[in-house]
């Protein structure tokens, strides 16, 4: 039986079959905006077939989630499956996980909105303590929830997550850097990976225009520059409000403003690269800096400097449409634009 001989070998090598990664989706522009949350369901569908190590579900959010893969059965019903209900109970999905996990052959996955990632945490802490490989999928990643109102909009968790030692904690700007995203983390295998992702749609940056989203996996990493040398001003942003960031850039570029954009997905994977790339992608000479993330800024001090800005989210939010209560919040090109002209003034 070599093929059953194979993934045997597989499984306790801990190794996915060789190029699998082909196998990763892309996006193009032309297919029009989709949410980070639905992009990250596609990779799943596409990939779940091929890694039969990989497994797992939503704390019955799945819908939401995006993270029932149709083609694989459900383990309650069919041993075979590797669809999981784990049920409302996101605590008790983050011990689930951990004892998968601790096989050391499974590779396994839980889902469930952001904010309710506080009902894991202590199963999180100890996952990251004993840095075992799981991926922790969590959607509706701000404000932007909408209507369901400040109960469920996260607005410090993405802070609580990134202070975890081992937790790799992503939120990519769009479909493709999601699919990076997922690469990073089944290939991650010395702690878990949180996957940050939006409810509401974006758009597919043009990668023939900006850096390609293989960026992801350096944690951050240039986009565009408007001109050679070094830059006037940084805009650094990460997930859906990057989309925003693009836009300010382009128009400020426009104006002759020496503009570098920088997309970061990842405090801890940038962290983690040599300084010489650190420095390249934020120069230290350049201290007019603005940071853009809708949560709270704590943290992004680092980045920004003590010369930057931040334009964040120091409040619960409240019950409106998202993209009004992004715009309320001060989400909106034009305050982007605003910030980067008032710190040039000041320089």
């Known amino acids: 039986y070599p093929d059953m001989a194979r993934q045997w070998k597989e ?24 949410a980070t949350r639905s992009a990250s369901g596609k990779v799943l569908e596409r990939l779940s077939p091929k890694l039969s190590r990989l497994l797992g579900g939503s704390a019955d959010l799945a819908p939401s989630t995006k993270t029932f893969v149709k083609k694989l059965g459900v383990i309650k019903r069919d041993l075979c499956g590797r669809n999981i209900h784990f049920g409302v109970r996101e605590h008790a999905m983050g011990g689930i996980l951990n004892g998968i996990a601790l096989s050391q052959c499974l590779v396994p996955y839980g889902s469930t909105f952001l904010v309710f990632s506080d009902y ?9 303590m004993m840095k075992l490989q799981i991926i922790y999928v969590f959607t509706h990643d701000s404000v932007a929830v909408g209507e369901d109102g400040p109960t469920h909009q996260p607005v410090e968790q993405l802070a609580a997550l990134r202070a975890i030692p081992n937790l790799v904690v992503m939120r990519p700007a769009d479909a493709n850097e999601t699919a990076f995203a997922w690469q990073f983390a089944l290939n991650h295998k010395n702690g878990p990976t949180a996957l940050i992702l939006s409810r509401q749609k974006l758009p597919i940056i043009d990668r023939s225009r900006f850096a390609s989203a293989a960026g992801v996996l350096r ?21 859906s409000e990057v ?63 003590s010369e930057g800005k931040v334009i964040s989210i120091e409040r ?23 910030a980067v002209k008032d710190m040039l003034k000041k320089s």
């Open 11 to 34: 499984f306790h090598d801990r190794k996915w079959p060789d190029g699998w990664e082909k196998e990763l989706p892309t996006f193009e522009p032309e297919q029009g905006p989709i």
């Open 120 to 128: 894991m945490r202590p199963a999180i802490r100890l996952a990251a």
């Open 219 to 239: 944690g951050a990493y240039i986009m565009s520059d408007a001109a050679p040398g070094t830059p006037e001003v940084l805009i650094i942003a990460s997930g």
């Open 243 to 305: 989309h925003l960031a693009v836009a300010a850039y382009e128009k400020l570029v426009h104006e002759g403003i020496a503009v570098r954009l920088v997309s970061m997905p990842s405090w801890k994977l940038f962290d983690a690269q040599e300084a010489h790339y650190r420095d390249h992608v934020l120069p230290p000479t350049v201290k007019a800096r603005l940071a853009i993330e809708a949560s709270v800024s704590m943290g992004w001090e680092r980045y920004a400097g």
């Open 316 to 338: 619960f939010g409240a019950s409106a449409p998202g993209n009004i209560i992004l715009e309320k919040f001060g989400f909106t090109t034009s305050a982007i634009i605003s």
